[in-house]
């Protein structure tokens, strides 16, 4: 089975390039993609044959090409999934399209050519993309997906979890510096226990529990099992809770001293939220962000097995909703809320306050882009020009730039087990940072 950690080593090593050039646009009121005629998303016979193919002796997504990308936007109709409420008025995010966004020629493994064409092309993988400027949709392009489709995002989902952290850090509901079983007993008996939250939120708890999808008997496989992420079987554990409450992997190194990625973690954090505010984990994201960003749609987050959320990776939602999530990083905030709730403190804290001691290693062994700054709070890397970026497995992403006021999203899926489809995120970020150079007015 193929490792989905290999995600953000191959985000690592994607080499970025920094252009300069102006840009122009021109203002329009919104007009929603939906006013384009309905498309069928999937017939009534391909739902059965996609469902027919998917595999009994292995876990669902480990499948690749046009299967993958079905299954990834699909989820719903053959996983149970537990809902994320939205709430009131939509807040239409306004159209103001920038041509030279499609234009602009980027270097990819297949040659120079415009970004809208290498979406387009057959070595693109890209299902949806939408790159919001100033709070409105400059670029939006949908060429294997329909725009009201809710694919998966795979890690993206975890930096909503890191948001309701530090909602609740806010409001003097948890200290980061603290030892997480201070706020959930339960840990006190696993090896988990002395970690601090702040750890858990930058990946550095130095336990022995790295992210695992080959061997079975991994701590990692055997916690992805009790969640339903992993391939379970009668005999798999039947609770998250209780498998990390007794998970003893052994400490490997003392935490805070280097990088570590497991969604363990992250599903940690999000048991830390549900004892916070004492309700399930999508009942407060939705109380606490999707109801508040005027979301076109309700959300929803993968939950295989007895309706407990796949925290570290389950989001289902549409493109302009992740987009609207990451307005509330920018200056921009006020398009979709009337209330800052991501605070001035924690994108600061994400733009600056990185852990030094966790890419030293890396660092010295030159493998990391040259403009790569940090990983802090569930965020793969924040980058020296202050792109924020989350990267999900097999092709979803978002990047958030508070300086330049620019929020992108896209999904995706893998070609094949190599994943030997090229990276979105180089080629992206190149296209940006010559549309909008480190000043843009």
């Known amino acids: 089975?193929?490792?989905?950690?290999?995600?953000?080593?191959?985000?690592?090593?994607?080499?970025?390039?920094?252009?300069?050039?102006?840009?122009s646009a021109n203002n329009e009121r919104p007009k929603p993609?939906?006013?384009?005629?309905?498309?069928?998303?999937?017939?009534?016979?391909?739902?059965?044959?996609?469902?027919?193919?998917?595999?009994t002796d292995d876990v669902w997504w480990n499948v690749y090409g046009e299967d993958q990308a079905w299954n990834f936007k699909n989820l719903h109709r053959f996983m149970p999934t537990v809902n994320?409420?939205?709430q009131g008025q939509v807040r239409m995010l306004a159209n103001r399209p920038m041509p030279s966004i499609a234009r602009e020629v980027i270097d990819t493994p297949s040659g120079s050519m415009g970004f809208k064409d290498f979406l387009d092309?057959?070595?693109?993988?890209?299902?949806?993309?939408?790159?919001?400027?100033?709070?409105?949709?400059?670029?939006?392009?949908y060429p294997r997906q329909q725009p009201y489709e809710k694919p998966i995002y795979w890690s993206v989902t975890k930096v909503l979890v890191s948001a309701l952290v530090g909602i609740l850090e806010d409001r003097g509901q948890v200290d980061v510096s603290q030892p997480?079983?201070?706020?959930?007993?339960?840990?006190?008996?696993?090896?988990?226990?002395?970690?601090?939250?702040?750890?858990?939120?930058?990946?550095?708890?130095?336990?022995?529990?790295?992210?695992?999808?080959?061997?079975?008997?991994?701590?990692?496989?055997?916690?992805?099992?009790?969640?339903?992420?992993?391939?379970?079987?009668?005999?798999?554990?039947?609770?998250?809770?209780?498998?990390?409450?007794?998970?003893?992997?052994?400490?490997k190194q003392p935490q805070g001293e280097d990088f570590q990625y497991s969604g363990v973690n992250t599903f940690i954090l999000s048991w830390l939220v549900e004892e916070l505010t004492g309700m399930p984990f999508q009942d407060a994201l939705s109380k606490e962000i999707w109801q508040k960003i005027g979301a076109e749609a309700d959300a929803a987050l993968l939950a295989p097995r007895y309706g407990v959320p796949n925290t570290h990776g389950g989001l289902l939602a549409q493109l302009r909703d992740v987009a609207r999530f990451g307005l509330l990083y920018t200056p921009s905030y006020y398009k979709v809320t009337d209330h800052k709730i991501i605070s001035d403190r924690v994108v600061k804290l994400i733009r600056n306050d990185g852990n030094p001691k966790l890419w030293q290693k890396a660092r010295a062994a030159n493998v990391l882009p040259n403009?790569?700054?940090?990983?802090?709070?569930?965020?793969?890397?924040?980058?020296?020009?202050?792109?924020?970026?989350?990267?999900g497995w097999a092709g979803q992403g978002i990047l958030v730039n508070p300086d330049k006021d620019i929020v992108a999203v896209f999904t995706g899926y893998a070609i094949d087990a190599q994943e030997s489809q090229p990276d979105l995120l180089p080629v992206l970020r190149q296209m940006l940072n010559s549309i909008f150079p480190e000043h843009n007015p």
């Open 121 to 141: 092309s057959e070595a693109s993988k890209t299902m949806g993309i939408v790159v919001l400027h100033k709070g409105d949709i400059v670029f939006e392009h």
């Open 84 to 86: 994320i409420y939205r």
């Open 180 to 251: 997480i079983s201070l706020y959930i007993p339960a840990l006190i008996g696993s090896d988990f226990a002395t970690i601090s939250v702040r750890n858990l939120l930058d990946m550095a708890t130095g336990l022995n529990c790295p992210e695992e999808y080959i061997d079975h008997a991994s701590c990692y496989y055997q916690y992805s099992m009790t969640i339903g992420d992993g391939y379970w079987t009668e005999k798999s554990g039947q609770s998250p809770y209780a498998m990390i409450a007794s998970l003893k992997p052994g400490i």
């Open 371 to 391: 403009d790569f700054s940090h990983s802090v709070y569930q965020w793969d890397a924040v980058y020296n020009n202050h792109d924020f970026y989350k990267g």
């Open 1 to 23: 089975m193929n490792s989905k950690s290999g995600q953000f080593v191959f985000m690592l090593l994607a080499v970025a390039g920094i252009l300069s050039s102006g840009c």
């Open 33 to 55: 993609a939906d006013n384009l005629e309905f498309v069928p998303a999937s017939s009534v016979d391909r739902v059965r044959v996609q469902i027919a193919k998917l595999p």
